[in-house]
C-alpha cells in the first residue's frame, strides 16, 4: 500500500509559478514511476509529465519547456514546478505511484490560473 499527498496549489494569475509536492508513504519499493495527471472541468483526467525510478522524465506537449518534474528520493517526495502558468492550466492536479500492474493515486491539488 502506497500513500500520497499532494500540496501546493492555489490560486496564481497567468504568468505565474506554482510547485506542487507529493509525498509517498509507505510500502513504496525501489522500482517504480511516479507521475503527475490532471483533470479540468468536464473533461478527462490526463497525463502531465513522469518521472522514473532511474530519473527519467517525460512531459506532455502542452506544459514541456515550462513545467518540471523532479524527484527527491530522500524525502520520497516528487515535485512539479510549474512556470509560465495559462488559464489552460486550471485543473486538479493528481499524483500517481505506479510498479508493474498496480497504481495508487493521490487526493489532487487544486490549481486555478486566473487570466
Known amino acids: 500500500q502506497v500513500h500520497l499527498v499532494e500540496s501546493g496549489g492555489g490560486l496564481v494569475q497567468a504568468g505565474g509559478s506554482l510547485r506542487l509536492s507529493c509525498v509517498a508513504s509507505?510500502?513504496?519499493?525501489?522500482?517504480?514511476?511516479m507521475g503527475w495527471y490532471r483533470q479540468a472541468p468536464g473533461k478527462q483526467r490526463e497525463l502531465v509529465a513522469t518521472i522514473t525510478s532511474g530519473g527519467s522524465t517525460n512531459y506532455a506537449d502542452s506544459v514541456k519547456n515550462r513545467f518540471t518534474m523532479s524527484r527527491d528520493n530522500s524525502k520520497n517526495t516528487v515535485y512539479l514546478q510549474m512556470n509560465s502558468l495559462k488559464p489552460e492550466d486550471t485543473a486538479v492536479y493528481y499524483c500517481?505511484?505506479?510498479?508493474?500492474?498496480?497504481?495508487?493515486w493521490g487526493e489532487g491539488t487544486l490549481v486555478t490560473v486566473s487570466s
Open positions: 509507505g510500502i513504496i519499493g525501489s522500482i517504480y514511476t
Open positions: 500517481k505511484w505506479s510498479a508493474f500492474t498496480t497504481d495508487y
